[in-house]
């Protein structure tokens, strides 16, 4: 079955750094335009960054210049290097991909405390 899975996930300290990997089982991987998405409890669900399918990026205002998105088509896998993590970054952390359909990984917890 294709689908996307997270990982990385974790519990850190602010000014900490974790690297989240988003796993793809199908083919084409290449063609994929990803995002990372996170969701609090009880709030909506909000667009971190993404990286399209030439490794363009974009990043949403308050994580930029502190996460990092890469892809390696090869190993079918995106990865996002978080760094200088704050309280507020706590948050499930999903992989959404889309070509000819979308997939949404099952999420990752991202825990920032002291």
């Known amino acids: 079955q294709e689908q996307f899975v997270e990982s990385g996930g974790g519990l850190v300290e602010p000014g900490g750094s974790l690297n989240l990997s988003c796993v793809y089982s199908?083919?084409?991987?290449?063609?994929?335009?990803l995002r990372w998405y996170r969701q609090v409890s009880g709030n909506q669900r909000e667009l971190v960054a993404e990286i399209d399918q030439t490794g363009r990026t974009i990043y949403n205002y308050f994580v930029r210049g502190r996460f990092s998105l890469f892809r390696n088509n090869a190993e079918k896998t995106a990865f996002m290097r978080m760094s200088d993590l704050q309280p507020e970054d706590t948050a499930v952390y999903y992989c959404w991909a889309q070509w000819k359909r979308e997939f949404w990984g099952q999420g990752t917890q991202v825990t920032v405390s002291s």
């Open positions: 199908g083919s084409d991987f290449n063609l994929y335009r």
